[in-house]
C-alpha cells in the first residue's frame, strides 16, 4: 500500500525548516532567543481578514 499524495501547494505541518531550527535555533545558536519581530509598519501593511477563496 502506498502513501496517497498531497496536492501541490500544501505544505507539510512540520517542515525541514522547523527541524533545523529546533537542532539549530533561529540564527544558527542552539538556545537562543528569536529576535525577529513584526514591525509597525509591517503590521499596519498585514491585513487583519483574509478572504478565503479569493482567486486574485
Given at each position: ?17 522547523d ?13 537562543a ?20 477563496g479569493?482567486?486574485?
Amino acid at each position: 500500500m502506498t502513501k496517497p499524495r498531497e496536492p501541490n501547494g500544501v505544505e507539510p505541518p512540520h517542515s525541514e525548516e522547523d527541524m533545523q531550527r529546533e537542532q539549530l535555533g533561529p540564527r544558527g545558536v542552539p538556545g537562543a532567543p528569536d529576535p525577529a519581530r513584526m514591525t509597525p509598519q509591517r503590521e499596519k501593511k498585514t491585513p487583519k481578514h483574509i478572504e478565503l477563496g479569493h482567486t486574485s
